[in-house]
């Protein structure tokens, strides 16, 4: 296994071999395994999106595999999370609303051209 399909999780090599690509940014080679606070997630170094939240891959279970397998699920809408679809549960973050966060499976990625405006987007 090459040094850019694995990282430490801490415990041990994950592979990160079979990803799907970053919705954001189309990396593929950057993508690693990260645990935070109590959840385990994907994230891309090419532009810090993270994936989505998986019950499984949180304390107590910290299942790295149900981390990888959330990243790889997309039900993209247009205008909506590139993850869970929704579109009525989105934030923006940041000083100058620079990230989108959706409240529904927890996922964050660049803002791209649309406008900041007053949180919530997407929806009333």
């Known amino acids: ?3 850019s399909s694995k990282t430490d999780t801490g415990t041990g090599w994950a592979s990160t071999t079979g990803l799907e690509r970053c919705p954001s940014c189309g990396n ?3 993508l690693k395994y990260e645990f935070s606070g109590s ?3 994907v994230e891309c170094q090419g532009c810090g999106t993270t994936g989505p939240l998986d019950d499984e ?10 981390a990888l397998a959330a990243w790889n699920r997309r039900k993209p809408a247009e205008g909506g999370c590139p993850w869970c679809g929704c579109t ?7 000083e100058s609303g620079e990230w989108t966060f959706c409240g529904d499976c927890d996922a964050r990625w660049p803002t791209r051209t649309e406008p900041v405006t007053a949180t ?3 929806g009333a």
Not at 57 to 66: E, I, N, S, T
């Open 1 to 3: 296994m090459s040094e």
């Open 28 to 30: 593929k080679t950057g």
């Open 39 to 41: 959840c385990g997630f």
């Open 57 to 66: 891959a949180a304390d107590p279970l910290c299942d790295v595999g149900a």
């Open 88 to 94: 009525g549960n989105l934030y923006r973050q940041g």
């Open 120 to 122: 919530p987007v997407g």
